[in-house]
């Protein structure tokens, strides 16, 4: 008999509409596709989004088009272009209902300053992309009061932050295997 499986979890990964952080994107879609997870892939409006390194991909939804009742983790893709969310109230606010709702809410890169800015990493571990020469997404971590962790990704309950490219590989396994329980 062939099981169906008709609870499949969703997941939304935010990405901007030009200079998100391809690798990050391809990398976290694939280990949450493997998993048997769907992929919902949102922007700030529709069409294409433009990659730092060149990709193209198709925009499935609107930020304003998505409702949280209807997916079990959000995730937010880095990049320079990924800044374009950081003071947006509404994304802010779609932040701390999913937290409220104990959802997987997950970002890479430079996008745990967002999660920073909408208030959720107050007294949380995260981490998030810096350098040798650019500590300020660090120091904007501790300034919103998290407890910043120079480690590739972090896990704080249901809030999964990674630093950059490299973490990609672990940051898509580690919420692929928390969406899997």
């Known amino acids: 008999m062939i099981k169906e499986n008709v609870s499949a979890k969703k997941a939304v990964l935010v990405v901007a509409r030009q200079k998100f952080q391809d690798f990050e994107y391809l990398e976290t879609k694939k280990h949450l596709i493997r998993a048997g997870i769907e992929i919902i892939v949102v922007s700030s409006s529709k069409g294409e989004a433009f990659g730092n390194l060149g990709g193209k991909i198709t925009i499935d939804k609107t930020i304003k088009e998505i409702k949280e ?80 962790l120079h480690q590739k990704v972090v896990v704080d309950e249901n809030i999964i932050t990674a630093n950059g490219p490299e973490a990609a590989t672990e940051f898509g396994q580690i919420i692929a295997e928390a969406l899997s329980h």
Do not use: M
Request: net charge positive; glycine share 8%.
């Open 69 to 148: 009742e209807n997916f079990d983790a959000l995730i937010f893709i880095g990049g320079p272009g990924a800044l374009e969310y950081v003071n947006n109230s509404e994304i802010h606010q779609l932040i701390k209902q999913i937290l409220a709702q104990g959802k997987i809410i997950g970002a890479i890169c430079i996008a745990p300053v967002i999660l920073a800015q909408a208030g959720i990493l107050k007294g949380r571990k995260a981490t998030v992309w810096t350098s040798p020469r650019d500590q300020s997404a660090a120091e904007f971590l501790k300034k919103s009061r998290a407890e910043y």
